[in-house]
């Protein structure tokens, strides 16, 4: 079973600032928050991966809280282009290779 | 454009045919995986293979064979499939060492008639 929640969907406009939430709340001490993105007849793309606090790249930031039970995916100024599923999973960094459990994922539109 | 390659993009078979996928990399990935997805639904894990070993297999049903004959590539034996099986099937690799993130192909899409 998936170990996180997020909304099944959302609906943007070209250049608002869009933010998904994502409810972890049995986070494990090793698990890093990973966010992949999937193009529709694409394979999921890797976007970001924290452990605490934020992290910034040139695709979107990342915000943890202290307690880590929740997360949340920023994208600035979104364009129709990030139309897409964006699936946050738990990632236990013990282990070399990684099984992925991906969620429902959050499908966003961006509309003009 | 990826960095995995996954051949081919489309495959239309019957219940009683045998046809393969094949999915490439160089970049030196140690580990990779297939997943299935169908549609509308998140990817599900069904093989991983790490050193060319086999180290997991999600309860896969044996009329899906995979093999890794050498580090760079990964295949998937289709054999007496069923309806239900058609899906897009995704190869995926990354690194050993811990935190690397998957990369994923873009899929075979799957039907069986």
């Known amino acids: 079973l998936a170990k996180t929640t997020q909304p099944i969907s959302m609906d943007s406009y070209e250049g608002q600032e869009v933010n998904i939430t994502c409810s972890h709340n049995?986070?494990?001490?090793?698990?890093?928050i990973t966010w992949y993105q999937q193009f529709p007849s694409q394979g999921p793309r890797f976007i970001i991966q924290?452990?605490?606090t934020k992290v910034t790249n040139e695709v979107a930031s990342l915000f943890i809280p202290a307690d880590r039970k929740s997360s949340t995916l920023s994208l600035p100024r979104v364009s129709l282009s990030d139309t897409a599923v964006y699936y946050c999973?738990?990632?236990?960094?013990?282990?070399?290779?990684?099984?992925?459990?991906f969620g429902t994922g959050t499908r966003l539109l961006v509309s003009p | 454009d990826t960095e995995v390659t996954q051949t081919p993009k489309h495959l239309v078979m019957g219940m009683t045919n045998k046809k393969s996928l094949k999915c490439e990399q160089h970049?030196?990935?140690?580990?990779m995986y297939w997943y299935k997805q169908k549609a509308k639904k998140p990817p599900e894990l069904m093989f991983v293979?790490?050193?060319?070993?086999?180290?997991i297999n999600e309860s896969v049903p044996s009329r899906f064979s995979p093999e890794c004959p050498n580090s760079s590539l990964l295949n998937l034996h289709l054999h007496a499939l069923q309806p239900e099986d058609s899906a897009l099937y995704l190869c995926?690799?990354?690194?050993?060492?811990?935190?690397?993130?998957?990369?994923f192909g873009d899929g075979t899409r799957l039907s069986i008639l």
């Open positions: 995926a690799s990354s690194q050993e060492e811990q935190g690397q993130p998957q990369h």
């Open positions: 049995n986070i494990a001490t090793n698990d890093y």
């Open positions: 924290g452990y605490k």
């Open positions: 999973l738990l990632i236990n960094l013990n282990t070399g290779f990684q099984k992925l459990v």
């Open positions: 970049m030196g990935h140690r580990a």
């Open positions: 293979y790490s050193y060319e070993k086999l180290s």
